[in-house]
């Protein structure tokens, strides 16, 4: 489940990525619209992370939706 959920109900979800995140603007969360590889993406340009360890920090928020 995890990401599907995430990405299938976006609106939702959006506000939790939003506090986790909060460099992302606006308009590349609009631009993200669920896209788990886009949100990676802009996590790493914005915060300047190291890609695996934004790739882990998105799984651990992913699993929170594992059911």
Excluded at 3 to 17: K, P
């Amino acid at each position: 489940m995890g990401w599907d959920t995430v990405q299938g109900d976006w609106q939702r979800h959006v506000g939790q990525v939003r506090i986790l995140w909060s460099k992302l603007t606006e308009e590349e969360l609009q631009q993200i619209n669920g896209r788990r590889d886009m949100l990676v993406n802009k996590i790493h340009e914005r915060y300047r992370l190291p890609k695996d360890l934004v790739e882990e920090q998105v799984k651990i928020f992913e699993n929170r939706f594992d059911s």
